[in-house]
């Protein structure tokens, strides 16, 4: 039975929406009143498909994104300026995409009947996130695109990918209609009685002709992956060892991202007990062979979402064009989106004619693909070699403790200002001017060869001065170290929460769905996590006199032990009873002036921890332990 009051997981916002719905469309033959719950479902993206079809003056509205619906809304474009019933259905669809990530944040909207500069801020982030033209307008490419999955299906697009080997003509026909990057498939299962032979996977030469032509390539790994019982632990972690096996015989650079597909439309119960735990194989299958490669996810988006959100998956190749999927109705883009397949067609080219499928691809936080093969891994390389040249640079130079001027040559440029300053000290610009006078490098990025984000190296590096200088003396305490690294960053954090009161009255909340989210952007990130507990766990082992070039070469090329966030939490907090302990001195116990001076600069304007109510504060807390608990294997 459907709910009419807000649950869990709900907002007023929706809700709204969908009362406004039930009340403007009730009485229409094709309408049935619908939930009122608070949440953006399948029903909820049908009912609003079938009230846009009524306005647009189809007799017998079906929710689908047919062509009738399709031509009649490219009479229907909106900008700054419009207003009435389109503005009002084109806002809320809007709401229902929301929110959109953008650089340092996330952008929301409300319904409304007037499109005003606000409205088209929100369209202008979407359409860059969703890799549209950025205009601020409500054209039909942007309405297909927060009404279904696949977006308009005729849009241009870079990417793509087949079954079909790249011949010499196919790879000049791709190059010449505008194609950057091409999916081709790791693996051909045997066919089963009475199946066709797909023949689909990498042929010996294809992938340097594909480079030979100016085009890139994506691995994917598929075997099956149709029924439910595809999926289990065993199976995933076998395919992952074999996803291993076979990228490394083509060739493939570490750090490369293997699709590993779900090719059926399954429930929250099935992707709970099945695809989950096949996620957890194929990631531990890939791991006992190094990591030399990360999982990506191929599905829907309710696929895509869980299994970045519960596996780590580094990127998401959605099945747009399965629009008709559960799994693709009343669900947004990925935060990780890379790919996005929207439309399959054949390409008839002689003796070379082929089916292609049309993917969108993410041209900025997507995955770049691959344009070599057999090159070694630089991303981290280039930051151990940058830290081993500067250690020896600072040897030479004297006056100062070598790592702190390390740490200081990084904070440069960024973690240099009198805030920082003041909170650990200012940065030697004569040890810098010598460093680089004798070549050395700041390596701003480097990619993580365990999870495949980018570290921060310089939020890395302050953090780790932080705490380098300023050991523990008792571990519910809260210091200088702190602030530098995850104090700092929950306290900003704390800011955001406090200015979406609207959004998420409960921290709890707001803490399990934005702290540390692997490929979700916000002011506490997964890479920000990454960044505090290698700089605590760096400066830990420096402490003890450790050879350093050494350190850092075993914290980035470990191959077993304890994971970095659970080193970081077992040695910080020692248990879950203590992290909450230490939490709560954080917010409002620690008399630190330094404590005290970052708490009121950081948690801005809004109303400061010690005056928010107990039990709110508390709730905020234990979000942000339990999520800690969670990554701890992350």
């Not at 977006?151 to 241009?156: I, V």
């Not at 344009?371 to 030479?396: C, K, N, Q, R, V």
């Not at 302990?581 to 109303?607: C, E, F, Y």
Request: net charge negative; aromatic share 12%; charged share 20%.
């Amino acid at each position: 039975m459907d709910a009419y009051v807000v649950v869990a997981g709900g907002t007023e916002k929706i809700r709204g929406i969908q009362q406004w719905l039930n009340g403007r469309y009730y009485g229409k033959p094709e309408f049935s009143i619908g939930p009122a719950d608070g949440i953006y479902s399948r029903d909820v993206q049908k009912l609003l498909m079938i009230a846009l079809q009524y306005e647009l003056g189809i007799g017998e509205p079906n929710g689908n994104f047919g062509p009738a619906t399709r031509s009649l809304l490219k009479q229907h474009e909106l900008s700054v300026g419009s207003s009435g019933i389109f503005v009002e259905l084109f806002s809320a669809a809007c709401v229902f995409n929301e929110p959109v990530p953008e650089s340092g944040g996330v952008v929301r909207s409300n319904r409304r009947e007037h499109f005003d500069p606000a409205l088209a801020y929100f369209v202008g982030a979407f359409q860059k996130f969703s890799q549209l033209p950025v205009t601020g307008r409500a054209d039909f490419a942007t309405w297909a695109q927060l009404l279904v999955s696949m977006g308009d299906p005729d849009r241009p697009t870079a990417g793509c990918d087949t079954r079909f080997e790249i011949t010499e003509a196919r790879a000049e026909w791709l190059k010449s209609h505008g194609y950057e990057i091409v999916g081709r498939y790791l693996y051909n299962p045997a066919p089963g009685p009475g199946e066709e032979d797909l023949d689909k996977n990498i042929k010996p030469g294809e992938l340097e002709r594909i480079f030979r032509h100016g085009l890139r390539v994506f691995p994917i790994f598929q075997d099956n992956g149709r029924r439910r019982e595809d999926f289990t632990y065993g199976s995933g972690f076998r395919h992952g060892l074999l996803a291993h096996s076979l990228a490394s015989g083509f060739g493939f650079n570490p750090g490369t991202v293997i699709y590993f597909a779900v090719d059926a439309d399954f429930t929250q119960q099935d992707i709970d007990d099945a695809v989950i735990p096949y996620f957890h194989g194929v990631g531990a299958g890939l791991a006992s062979k190094g990591k030399k490669y990360l999982h990506g996810v191929y599905g829907s988006r309710n696929v895509c979402t869980n299994v970045t959100e519960k596996t780590f998956a580094r990127f998401s190749f959605v099945a747009g064009m399965s629009w008709g999927f559960s799994g693709n109705l009343g669900f947004s883009l990925p935060k990780n989106w890379s790919v996005n397949q929207i439309k399959e067609f054949r390409v008839y080219l002689g003796e070379e004619t082929f089916d292609l499928d049309n993917d969108v691809w993410r041209l900025e936080g997507g995955d770049p693909g691959q344009t070599s093969i057999h090159a070694p891994f630089h991303g981290i390389d280039d930051f151990l070699e940058s830290i081993e040249t500067l250690y020896d640079l600072a040897e030479d130079y004297g006056q100062v403790d070598p790592t702190v001027l390390v740490c200081n040559y990084y904070r440069q440029g960024k973690y240099d200002n009198a805030r920082w300053a003041a909170l650990i000290g200012g940065i030697h610009k004569g040890f810098i001017n010598y460093a680089n006078s004798h070549g050395a490098t700041l390596v701003g990025g480097a990619v993580d060869p365990e999870t495949g984000y980018t570290l921060d190296t310089q939020h890395l590096m302050a953090t780790l001065e932080g705490h380098y200088k300023n050991p523990k003396t008792r571990i519910w305490m809260t210091d200088v170290g702190d602030i530098a690294g995850w104090g700092g960053d929950l306290f900003t954090f704390y800011n955001d929460w406090r200015t979406s009161e609207e959004l998420y009255s409960s921290g709890y909340q707001y803490c399990r769905d934005n702290l540390a989210v692997p490929g979700k952007v916000t002011t506490f990130g997964y890479s920000d996590l990454l960044a505090d507990a290698d700089g605590y766990n760096l400066a830990q082992e420096l402490r003890r006199n450790r050879i350093p070039a050494d350190v850092f070469q075993t914290e980035y090329r470990r191959v077993s032990g304890s994971p970095r966030i659970r080193r970081f939490f077992e040695s910080r907090f020692q248990s879950a009873t203590m992290a909450k302990k230490t939490v709560h001195d954080l917010m409002v116990g620690s008399l630190s002036p330094a404590v005290i001076a970052a708490r009121t600069l950081l948690t801005g304007a809004t109303i400061q921890p010690s005056i928010l109510p107990p039990k709110k504060l508390d709730e905020f807390e234990q979000g942000f332990c339990d999520v800690l608990l969670e990554r701890l294997d992350g």
